[in-house]
């Protein structure tokens, strides 16, 4: 099981990113998926949680309305699209495969800062 978190980085407040995470080492067709992420000094949260066929599950309160989870089965790849950043938004992002929910990549840090 593999996964590759991408697409972090410095933003603003207001701002937006996609992160995407590429899969392998399972049938990621089948598998639910999820976000989550890790500021210093906390613990790692859920951000948000996407069924095998791509129907959004579960956001976190704190990113309603601005976070979209989504998936291309064809391409084994999940994303998360974040506009409206904000600063309490800074962290790692991970994604996690609820078949394997051990494994855990890298991460992708997003800082939103001015």
């Known amino acids: 099981v593999q996964l590759v978190e991408s697409g972090g980085g410095l933003v603003q407040p207001g701002g937006s990113l996609r992160l995407s995470c590429a899969a392998s080492?399972?049938?990621?067709?089948?598998?639910?998926m999820s976000w989550h992420r890790q500021a210093p000094g906390k613990e790692r949260e859920l951000v948000a949680r996407?069924?095998?066929?791509?129907?959004?599950?579960k956001y976190a309160d704190s990113v309603k309305g601005r976070f979209t989870i989504s998936r291309d089965n064809a391409k084994n790849t999940v994303y998360l699209q974040m506009i409206s950043l904000k600063f309490e938004d800074t962290a790692k992002y991970y994604c996690?495969?609820?078949?394997?929910?051990?494994?855990w990549g890298q991460g992708t840090q997003v800082t939103v800062s001015s």
């Open positions: 996407i069924s095998s066929n791509g129907a959004p599950l």
């Open positions: 080492g399972f049938t990621f067709s089948r598998s639910g």
């Open positions: 996690n495969s609820a078949m394997f929910s051990n494994y």
